[in-house]
């Protein structure tokens, strides 16, 4: 995999397949619909949440766009797009950008908990390119009733590990 000059990330230039338990695609210019869960019994506390939340917003709008996340007690829901990479004909690494969020996400996690190691489930379960703007309106309704379907709030408004990008 090629490392642009001193970046420490590896861009996609063009449609790319990976495979770990799950096979995970990347094509330039696609926004993906994600989903990762915490370790199985592990919940996160309003807190957590936050800092989750604060850590999915670190590099919108800088290495992608952030469409809506949700950041629920045991799993988070995000709609990105990966930016182009400057002084590069690719665009940065979805799967780069979810371990930078997953990995700041719990060492501030387990800095509050007192504790080490990994919050998340090793692979992330979903990372599905949205094919047309159905799908897309489809998933960002699934990402803003997720709190609601659960139960957590009453309305969207009133939960607040929820964002929504202004237009």
């Not at 495979?19 to 330039?28: C, G």
């Not at 004909?89 to 990995?103: C, Q, R, T």
């Not at 692979?123 to 799908?135: F, P, Q, W």
Request: charged share 25%; with cysteine.
């Amino acid at each position: 995999m090629k490392k642009t000059g001193g970046t420490g990330v590896s861009p996609v230039h063009s449609f790319k397949l990976t495979r770990r338990t799950l096979p995970h695609w990347q094509e330039p210019g696609r926004i993906y619909f994600i989903t990762w869960c915490c370790k199985t019994g592990d919940v996160l506390s309003p807190e957590e949440r936050t800092i989750a939340l604060d850590s999915l917003h670190y590099w919108n709008g800088r290495k992608r766009t952030l469409y809506a996340a949700v950041i629920m007690p045991d799993h988070v829901h995000a709609l990105v797009q990966p930016l182009p990479l400057p002084q590069s004909d690719g665009v940065y690494n979805l799967a780069e950008i979810i371990h930078n969020v997953k990995s700041f996400s719990a060492h501030q996690i387990n800095r509050l908990r007192g504790s080490r190691g990994s919050l998340g489930q090793d692979e992330r379960y979903d990372d599905r390119i949205m094919r047309d703007d159905t799908e897309f309106l489809g998933k960002w309704q699934y990402i803003i009733n997720n709190p609601l379907k659960r139960e957590l709030a009453q309305r969207t408004e009133d939960y607040p590990w929820l964002y929504i990008k202004n237009n």
